[in-house]
């Protein structure tokens, strides 16, 4: 790509060199920024999904832009309460508060709008920048390592108006800015199709490995093999040899054999294991140590109803588990199959509670699921273990993939909006 003709120091640490004809700038010499301070006692009841003008928060900032169809609204009293955080149209937005940085130009404003807390509102003062391109100057590392440095080392998870206020940025000529935008609008665009794309061909690639373990478990890998009815809805028809239990005569529960260990013998062994809750390895220090191969299973929360992570997996050799996870060992059978047929289980219908979810013991133990012979167990496990292995590494090479796209897409902001490529 091309560059500028000449550079000079910025005389900003984490920007560098700029182009001769650029500027470094404060915001708070050129820029209205505004947010909302108190509620004067607003309650949740005054809240509504109908009814009022809107107010946006950091939730409702999606994709660039401010999702209007999910945005709480509230009464006009409210809105007339604070002339100061009105919005306009081409208003730019920036959090605040939690995920500090997420960025949207207000749009298709169609009706009022006010601010919830959490939310900057900026409008260019004079005419030395377009929101447009300040919108990708506030996406860019200047930003964010702007915050690094302020933050002096701290955990972050406030803005402050004067802090922000002090931002310093380099400014293009006014004439040159909309064209570097648009720039980055396509290039940008063009990246995150790709991303997209990609995320959904992991997906794909997920229902596929799904559909494997779902099949093989419960029906067999003999094509040809006769079925009968379990007697189960969720099972449907199994291979006719196979045997239906409760869960209880084919698998241990271990979960009674959780035995704390004293400090001392914690301080021996302390960040050595990996440690288990009831979605995967945690940490390296725990509450309760095990020695072997088991099953875990997560005991409460609300992947228990969206299954967005495995619900069952296998812990190896000596590890931590804390009182999130049930412990389960076959009696007599292939561990990896029953990892498998765990994991297969929609396990929705056997939990209590929906604010937070939870599978007893009781209910897992009596679970009735289908036992092949020990010899078949073992077989389905290595078949569903190669397809899976492919499965798998196809998975984390499109995720380096899509890892090097957001760095790139990352850089590629961050060189154009600093002049370090010219692409005007």
């Given at each position: 790509m091309k560059r500028y003709a000449k550079y000079r120091p910025s005389g900003v640490e984490w920007i560098?060199?700029?182009?001769?004809?650029?500027?470094?700038?404060?915001l708070k010499f050129n820029t209205y920024i505004k947010a909302r301070v108190g509620w004067h006692g607003l309650r949740a009841d005054e809240f509504s999904l109908t009814e009022g003008v809107y107010c946006v928060t950091g939730t409702?900032?999606?994709?660039?832009?401010?999702?209007?169809?999910?945005?709480y609204r509230v009464s006009e009293e409210r809105y007339e309460e604070d002339p100061f955080i009105q919005l306009r149209e081409n208003d730019l937005l920036i959090t605040k508060d939690g995920t500090i940085g997420k960025v949207a130009i207000v749009r298709n404003l169609n009706e009022r709008a006010t601010l919830n807390s959490g939310v900057f509102v900026v409008r260019p003062e004079r005419k030395e920048y377009v929101t447009p391109f300040?919108?990708?100057?506030?996406?860019?590392?200047?930003?964010?390592?702007?915050?690094?440095y302020t933050s002096k080392g701290s955990t972050i998870n406030h803005l402050y108006q004067e802090t922000f206020f002090n931002l310093p940025f380099i400014l293009p000529e006014i004439d040159e800015q909309p064209a570097i935008a648009h720039y980055l609008d396509e290039r940008t665009a063009q990246i995150d199709t790709l991303i997209a794309n990609k995320q959904k061909l992991i997906e794909l690639l997920k229902e596929e490995r799904t559909a494997i373990i779902n099949?093989?478990?419960?029906?067999?890998?003999?094509?040809?093999?006769?079925?009968?009815?379990?007697?189960?809805?969720?099972?449907?028809?199994i291979p006719e040899h196979w045997e239906v239990k409760k869960l209880k005569y084919v698998l241990d529960c271990f979960d009674s054999k959780r035995v704390p260990l004293?400090?001392?013998?914690?301080?021996?062994?302390?960040?050595i294991y990996d440690y288990y809750g009831?979605?995967?390895?945690?940490?390296?220090?725990g509450d309760y140590l095990f020695d072997g191969d088991f099953i875990l299973i997560g005991e409460d929360g609300a992947n228990l109803l969206t299954r967005s992570t495995a619900l069952a997996f296998k812990a190896t050799g000596k590890f931590w588990v804390n009182n999130h996870a049930h412990i389960l060992k076959p009696?007599?059978?292939?561990?990896?199959?029953?990892?498998?047929?765990l994991e297969s289980i929609d396990y929705a219908i056997w939990v209590s509670g929906s604010a937070q979810p939870k599978l007893?013991?009781?209910?897992?133990?009596?679970?009735?699921?289908?036992?092949?012979?020990?010899?078949?167990?073992?077989?389905?496990?290595?078949?569903?273990?190669t397809h899976i292995s492919r499965i798998d590494a196809t998975i984390s090479k499109i995720e380096k993939e899509i890892e090097l796209l957001q760095e790139y897409r990352t850089a590629l902001i961050s060189e154009v909006v600093t002049g370090k490529v010219k692409v005007v």
């Open positions: 560098g060199e700029m182009p001769v004809q650029w500027e470094v700038k404060r409702d900032l999606l994709n660039g832009g401010v999702s209007w169809e999910n945005c300040m919108y990708w100057a506030l996406q860019s590392p200047v930003f964010s390592e702007y915050v690094n099949q093989a478990v419960t029906k067999g890998i003999n094509p040809k093999g006769k079925l009968k009815p379990s007697g189960i809805e969720w099972l449907g028809d004293n400090a001392a013998e914690r301080g021996e062994v302390k960040n009831a979605s995967g390895v945690i940490d390296k220090v009696k007599d059978g292939n561990i990896d199959y029953f990892t498998y047929l007893t013991a009781d209910n897992l133990m009596n679970i009735t699921i289908c036992e092949p012979p020990l010899l078949e167990q073992h077989t389905i496990a290595h078949h569903i273990g």
